[in-house]
């Protein structure tokens, strides 16, 4: 039976096409969930959904979801995100909406902010042939994902080879914050095979006075989510870029200037 995972985040097992079906699906998706509400960063995570009243619905990749879209061959072939019926809405005001790459997609209307309901397509089965992917951290990464599209405040704007766009390099970082937290190698990259990131050392290859490329994300994030972004900052762990922005910011005051939206939360 379907269940509720946080306030607007449900799972839904309809359409599982492996042995047990459904209820096997979601007697899985219990487990993964609460390996995820088990670390301060999923915690804190599944509450920021409770913001905005948008729906999001965890369901087994191959399910036609409810507006009718067919969630089969998803980039990763392993778990992502779909804006649902109106993905204009999922971007922020007057953004270009952009595709994965951070490549705009023409003939496009511009993004109202105005937020969306979102489907993640999520089958823990891939993952068990994988041994350096864990269920539960990319479910934190997708979530991070289906809470920037319901705040209506996605931009994918290009970020290098790296990350693709800044979206990822967000969802990673937060990604990252829970693999600290269980344990896990830490992602370097969105790259396939790029989990060279040692725990012990506070993900040091991330370290905003390293990375100039992470300072406009970083500053557009933090103008458009203060909320949201001081709340991840607050997570006492060794790795939390969102932490080390604001102590660089501190430090480096003009780094925090040219703030991309008024806040928004």
């Not at 392993?78 to 007057?94: E, M, Q, T, V």
């Not at 089965?125 to 992917?133: A, G």
């Not at 500053?219 to 991840?232: C, E, G, K």
Request: aromatic share 8%.
């Amino acid at each position: 039976m379907p269940f509720e995972v946080a306030t607007n985040v449900r799972c839904d097992g309809s359409g599982y096409l492996y042995p047990g079906g459904a209820e096997a699906y979601e007697r899985e998706l219990l487990a993964i969930t609460s390996n995820v509400r088990g670390t301060n960063t999923g915690r804190t995570l599944l509450g920021f959904f409770a913001l905005r009243q948008r729906q999001v619905t965890i369901r087994p990749l191959g399910v036609v979801d409810p507006h009718g879209t067919d969630q089969s061959s998803p980039a990763s072939g392993k778990a992502h995100s779909d804006l649902g019926a109106h993905p204009i809405d999922a971007f922020w005001r007057n953004v270009q909406p952009r595709d994965i790459q951070g490549r705009v997609v023409p003939g496009v209307a511009r993004g109202t902010g105005r937020g969306v309901d979102t489907t993640i397509s999520f089958t823990p089965l891939v993952f068990s042939q994988d041994p350096e992917t864990q269920a539960d951290a990319v479910l934190v990464h997708e979530l991070f994902h289906s809470m920037r599209s319901a705040f209506g405040m996605s931009e994918r704007q290009p970020l290098g080879p790296d990350f693709r766009n800044a979206e990822e390099m967000y969802s990673i970082f937060v990604e990252n914050m829970h693999r600290v937290e269980r344990g896990y190698g830490l992602r370097s990259s969105h790259r396939r095979q790029q989990m060279s990131i040692d725990p012990s050392s506070g993900g040091t290859h991330h370290r905003m006075a390293d990375n100039p490329l992470f300072h406009e994300p970083m500053r557009r994030i933090s103008a458009m989510m203060p909320t949201i972004v001081n709340a991840l900052a607050r997570i006492d762990i060794s790795y939390n870029p969102f932490r080390d922005w604001l102590d660089y910011v501190r430090s480096h005051p003009n780094a925090g200037l040219r703030p991309h939206a008024s806040a928004a939360n």
